[in-house]
């Protein structure tokens, strides 16, 4: 009779196991099973704590209300900043013409001013008697008269002209007065209206700081709790190696476990399979109190790899030393074995030979999805319930739950490779997803909201460095921007120049609060989800060769320019760049 070699074993009450392969391989060895203060999360990166926390919760529900709140009160604030703006340009036209009518009276001030001077000059004011007196000629008496009653009606009329335009201008003036009162109760409005939104925002960030520490630092015990898990599980597999070395069985082939039916190496017997009869490519030594399950050297080999790589960051596209992608950390683990592999999830799950989900072991590929977003994440099982991967979510290579309800399907590279078969894609319109992490299109500009942390409110140990100037991003996004800067100063002869990247919601209040119609609302901003970054050093300008290297070499890191800032689509920012994924 065939028997399984290895079980999760009961754990006393009060203890969680380490829910990981090297604790079911120790029982098979006998060894006893060690503790730990966290088993694996179903949440990626050990988070589940935190996001079932009353403390996010409310964290959530208040920024939301500040966020909506905010929202609602922008369009005010936009009317108010148009309505100041019309009656500015008002008082210029008044001003305009104040300054236009102005002027024509000063001209009719000038004619009239004239007259009076050649009066002057020609020896005072001239009357009826002193044109009698001076003229011995009556003819000359009448036409002088005719004369000087002509020359009045035309000063009359000069004056008269001057005093209509006068108190045209009077008018004038005070309409652009009042338009003038208007514009500054206008903005007066405006700042009254901007510092009450300051004030909404200000009142609220003291209280979402104080919960955010609490949040972050339950993210940090958990993620404390998970690097325990991952040395635990390590040393547990190692411990399990050194055994099977020990006992002469570390250096067993693929090949000799390939077909049991045929035999097995001496002192080996089957493992029993799900559906019937033996499984290929795995073995037992048959032992008390219990077997020892007995892997290929090749297994033994590329699960030892893959457990150096625990704690690694996940970015797409890389392939080691410094940070993996999912399929890239398999392809690696298994080439150090001398197993050729392909490097993406898909290709894996084309051409490994699959195996039934329930006959599982140490070193199968396990392939998850969902039916609507197709295959989406490949690790490395190390139990029934565990497993190891670059995780997108998680934003590192770590151990963690097998989630039974998405197992797409199960590989065993140690056998020989089918023939392609079609690979599980979206359906239905559903966005593509790559080592767990949903991947968006170079055209998306919803909300990236990531790990269930609100815009503007991500604990820092969620976050990973730059290595700039304390400049932080998500993990994933933070690993592929240190290997994009890298090439980039393969061209360029030095790192990327960076001035903006996570913001904080705090952050985010003060730039609101310095530029009300042109900043975002509070929480709401691209930056605010640690997916975001404003670069300099040239990429700043539009047709730099540095803009130019960005645009040819962006994309292999996950790292894209969103369309709204491109040239002609009315907000253009060449500097702001944003991840995505691959």
């Known amino acids: 009779m065939l028997a399984r070699s290895w079980r999760r074993p009961s754990v006393p009450s009060g203890h969680r196991a380490v829910v990981a392969a090297a604790v079911s391989l120790a029982v098979a060895l006998a060894v006893a099973p060690s503790t730990a203060s966290a088993a694996p999360s179903d949440q990626p990166g050990g988070t589940t704590g935190v996001l079932d926390s009353r403390d ?124 003038l009162d208007q514009a500054a109760r206008r903005a007066e409005e405006v700042a009254a ?74 002192g080996l017997v089957p493992v029993a399979a799900s559906g019937g009869g033996a499984q290929a490519g795995a073995a037992q030594r048959p032992g008390q109190p219990s077997s020892v399950l007995v892997l290929p050297g090749e297994t033994l080999t590329a699960v030892s790899a893959a457990m150096e790589a625990l704690g690694k960051p996940y970015a797409p596209g890389t392939a080691g030393p410094d940070s993996w992608d999912c399929g890239s950390l398999v392809q690696s683990a298994y080439g150090r074995a001398g197993i050729a592999l392909p490097g993406t999830q898909g290709e894996l799950f084309a051409t490994t030979a699959p195996v039934a989900p329930a006959d599982v072991l140490p070193g ?25 991967a670059a995780d997108g979510r998680a934003g590192a290579v770590v151990v963690r739950t097998l989630p039974g309800d998405q197992v797409l399907g199960i590989g065993r590279p140690s056998l020989p490779r089918r023939a392609a078969v079609e690979v599980p894609g979206p359906t239905g319109g559903a966005l593509r997803v790559e080592c767990g992490n949903t991947v968006y299109p170079p055209s998306y500009d919803g909300a990236r909201s990531w790990g269930g942390y609100p815009n503007g409110l991500i604990p820092p140990s969620a976050m990973c460095p730059l290595g700039a100037a304390g400049h932080v991003l998500r993990c994933d996004a933070a690993a592929a921007y240190r290997a994009m800067s890298q090439a980039y100063a393969a061209t360029f002869g030095g790192p990327i120049c960076i001035t903006d990247s996570y913001r904080t919601y705090s952050s985010q209040v003060r730039l609101y609060g310095e530029k ?67």
Request: hydrophobic share 45%; net charge negative.
């Open 516 to 582: 009300p119609a042109l900043a975002a609302v509070p929480g709401t901003s691209n930056h605010g989800w640690g997916l975001a970054v404003d670069l300099c050093g040239g990429i700043e300008r539009f047709g730099t060769p540095q803009y130019a290297w960005m645009v040819a070499n962006a994309g292999r890191f996950g790292y894209l320019h969103p369309t709204w800032a491109d040239p002609g689509n009315g907000r253009e920012e060449p500097w702001h760049w944003e991840y995505a994924g691959t």
């Open 56 to 179: 996010l919760d409310r964290l959530q529900d208040r920024a939301a209300e500040v966020q909506d709140d905010l929202r609602a009160q922008q369009d005010d604030v936009a009317a108010a900043r148009e309505e100041q703006a019309e009656a500015e340009r008002a008082v210029e036209e008044a001003q305009a013409v104040l300054a236009d009518k102005q002027g024509e009276l000063s001209v009719h001030q000038r004619a009239v001013a004239g007259y009076a001077s050649a009066l002057y000059r020609d020896g005072g004011a001239l009357s009826p008697l002193t044109l009698l007196l001076a003229s011995g000629d009556p003819g000359d008496v009448l036409s002088a008269m005719g004369f000087l009653d002509a020359v009045d009606a035309h000063a009359a009329q000069v004056i008269a002209v001057a005093e209509r335009h006068r108190r045209a201008a009077v008018e004038e003036q005070e309409r652009a007065q009042a338009a």
């Open 364 to 388: 199968d590929l396990v392939f998850l999805g969902t039916a609507e977003a197709g295959l989406g994440h490949v690790g490395i099982a190390l139990d029934p319930r565990t497993m190891l």
């Open 193 to 266: 209206r901007v510092a009450e939104l300051e004030a909404a925002a200000d009142a609220v960030t003291a209280e979402l700081d104080e919960a955010l520490e609490v949040v972050d630092g339950q993210l940090a015990r958990l993620q404390a709790e998970q690097v325990d898990v991952n040395e635990r599980t390590a040393a547990n597999w190692r411990a399990y190696v050194d055994q099977l070395v020990a006992e002469g069985l570390a250096a067993t082939p693929a090949t000799a476990l390939r077909a049991p039916e045929g035999g097995l190496p001496a």
